[in-house]
């Protein structure tokens, strides 16, 4: 699985890949239901990738972060001027435009990151909203009595830190006074556990 998840870490692969699985339709109930854009909306979208969600983000003012220049490069080949994308530490960029931003999106993140830094990207989310802003994620996560091959795939996953809801959970709440979440078994073309979080700042 050490091959697959190198493979998957290029831009080409990975959009393959979430075309394969159906990762188009995931994204368009993702902004639909919860993300709810509304125009001239001011978004953060940390570890944006190769910045896929800007097909279901129009009308916004977006600024993609990543780490990963050759996500940056692909990103910005084929959204250009649609978006901001920045090859940089989050919390750098955040340290500027503190309190400017109406929603923060994590999407697929936070599952790769072990608990502190999940709560480092937590506490800089929530110094990047606006007063009434929201963070809103989604993960693979682990749930009692799943799809077997639901399972199966959140253990092989590129992400090595998939957790149950509960503790999804008690790290949004140690950062945002509101949190909701949302379990989804089938957003995908095949079997697959997602926790959608809405985090409202107070």
């Not at 993300?35 to 990738?49: K, M, N, Q, S, T």
């Not at 400017?100 to 800089?124: K, M, P, Q």
């Not at 950062?175 to 979080?197: A, D, G, K, Q």
Request: glycine share 8%.
């Amino acid at each position: 699985m050490a091959g697959v998840k190198a493979i998957l870490a290029r831009p080409w692969a990975y959009r393959l890949f979430q075309r394969a699985v159906g990762a188009a339709r995931l994204r368009a109930v993702y902004v639909r239901r919860y993300v709810r854009p509304f125009p001239g909306a001011r978004v953060l979208d940390i570890g944006c990738g190769p910045g896929d969600i800007l097909d279901a983000l129009p009308n916004t003012r977006y600024v993609g972060a990543d780490l990963s220049p050759e996500y940056i490069r692909e990103a910005q080949e084929r959204y250009g001027a649609r978006g901001e994308f920045v090859c940089r530490s989050v919390s750098d960029l955040v340290v500027e435009q503190a309190g400017s931003f109406d929603i923060v999106l994590a999407n697929g993140v936070l599952h790769h990151l072990d608990d502190t830094e999940a709560d480092s990207l937590l506490t800089v989310a929530r110094q990047a909203l606006r007063p009434g802003g929201r963070f809103v994620s989604f993960d693979g996560c682990y749930v009692p009595g799943q799809n077997p091959f639901a399972r199966w795939m959140l253990d092989h996953d590129r992400g090595t830190h998939v957790r149950p809801r509960e503790k999804y959970l008690r790290l949004a709440r140690a950062r945002f006074p509101t949190v909701e979440s949302f379990l989804h078994h089938r957003l995908l073309n095949i079997p697959y556990t997602h926790l959608v979080m809405v985090c409202t700042q107070g």
